[in-house]
């Protein structure tokens, strides 16, 4: 596609729910990133994949989060038994490489846990 | 360790002032790549620049300008007559090739939020 699309845009769920997060990377960006911004906060950084693997998975912040990347494009974060501290805005991006290249964003997803 | 700071949280200008916002980094690397984007309401992240270590060029582009200095280890971003549009939260980022032990991937900063007023 011509940008980074993320999905669902709005995400209101209730204490305890799974929740799944789609990211869909610019064609051929072999680098996929996913980041959190809470409420007037900055990035924090959660995961990242080259190609389909996740060498760094230590800015997870419990093992409620997981991810997954198949195929080199599409990636899903998925949030186990949700909690309101889990309420932010989930930002995706991607760039052709890791290295030295710019990371084009999403709209993200916006996660509201109540 | 790798760090990026940008001190000023807040910048609040009037209308066709010059604004400058400012990012110091820390890293062990001598090959290394900085980032400014850019944050607008709309929440989409929008890259605006990015510089490597080797080139210490000043860049300008319109009414933006970056100024790298590596012996202060800043990258620091000028707004010249600035506007109501240029308002958003502007962050810096950092990073760092692959090696052993590198997880290769963006540091940022906390971010600068700038309101512009008319």
């Known amino acids: 596609g011509a940008g980074v699309s993320q999905s669902p845009s709005n995400k209101v769920t209730e204490k305890g729910k799974d929740v799944e997060l789609r990211c869909d990377p610019i064609?051929?960006?072999?680098?996929l990133y996913w980041y959190r911004q809470s409420l007037g906060q900055g990035l924090e950084f959660l995961i990242y994949?080259?190609?389909?693997?996740?060498?760094?998975k230590s800015g997870l912040p419990s093992d409620r989060f997981s991810a997954e990347r198949t195929g080199g494009s599409v990636s899903t974060l998925t949030i186990q038994r949700t909690q309101q501290e889990d309420s932010a805005v989930y930002l995706c991006?991607?760039?052709?490489?890791?290295?030295?290249?710019?990371?084009?964003f999403g709209q993200g997803t916006r996660l509201t846990v109540v | 360790a790798q760090k990026v700071t940008q001190a000023q949280t807040e910048i609040s200008v009037v209308e066709k002032e010059d604004v400058t916002l400012d990012c110091v980094y820390e890293?062990?690397?001598?090959?290394?790549?900085l980032f400014w984007y850019k944050q607008p309401p709309s929440g989409e992240l929008v890259f605006l620049i990015r510089?490597?270590?080797?080139d210490e060029q000043n860049e300008i582009s319109g009414r933006y300008s970056w100024n790298f200095q590596k012996s202060t280890s800043s990258f620091n971003f000028t707004i010249t007559a600035s506007q109501v549009v240029d308002s958003a939260v502007y962050f810096c980022a950092l990073i760092t090739p692959l090696r052993a032990g590198n997880n290769r991937k963006l540091i940022w900063g906390l971010g600068t939020s700038l309101a512009v007023n008319p």
């Open positions: 890293t062990r690397d001598t090959t290394y790549y």
């Open positions: 991006a991607s760039s052709l490489w890791l290295e030295n290249t710019e990371a084009f």
């Open positions: 994949f080259q190609g389909n693997s996740a060498p760094d």
């Open positions: 064609s051929g960006h072999t680098a």
């Open positions: 510089r490597n270590s080797f």
